[in-house]
């Protein structure tokens, strides 16, 4: 939280978060200094919550209700009876203890296809995804992002640094 903040302090921009919840994080005080956002959330429960957390901000904020995936199509998403369980991975939710899984179809678009805007910030938390979503993208060609921010391992974004020219920091 504290890192994006006095990265971006005092300028506004454009960020991407994926796999957004409801949207009361770092991102949230970046709309709320002016920037402009757009929100990717898959489950139907908190994308409602999405819809109410960023509703003072709409002109500025696009929300879509979609996965984000290597792949673009429809596909199965793993709903858990806790909402940060969820994921397009099955048994996701099993292995962080919580069963209570059921199934309904999303709609998946690429980081690919989200990346044909350039964003200062980009955010992904998808429970599981985040290493087949980052390495989907060749870093080396998209528009340059300031600062990114992944659940992703630390061997595949020392990779992606590599061959995009970003540097890795903890």
Known sequence: DDIVSQQFAGHTGN?????????????????????TGVYC?????????????????????????????????PAPFNLASMYFHSSLLPGWAHTQGDHNVSRIQVNCVTL??????????????????DVAIMSSVDWAV????????????????????????YMLTD
């Open 142 to 165: 998209v528009p340059t992002a300031e600062m990114i921010c992944t659940e992703a391992g630390t061997s595949v974004l020392k990779q992606l640094c590599r061959q995009g020219d």
């Open 112 to 129: 690919k296809q989200l990346l044909t805007q350039e964003f200062d910030y980009i955010q992904t938390d998808t429970e599981g995804m």
């Open 41 to 73: 959330e898959p489950d139907p429960r908190t994308f409602r919550e999405l819809e109410r957390t960023t509703e003072p901000h709409q002109d500025r904020v696009t929300l879509m209700n979609v996965a984000v995936s290597p792949k673009a199509g």
């Open 15 to 35: 960020f991407l978060c994926v796999g957004s919840s409801e949207g009361r994080d770092q991102t949230l005080r970046l709309l709320e200094s002016g920037w």
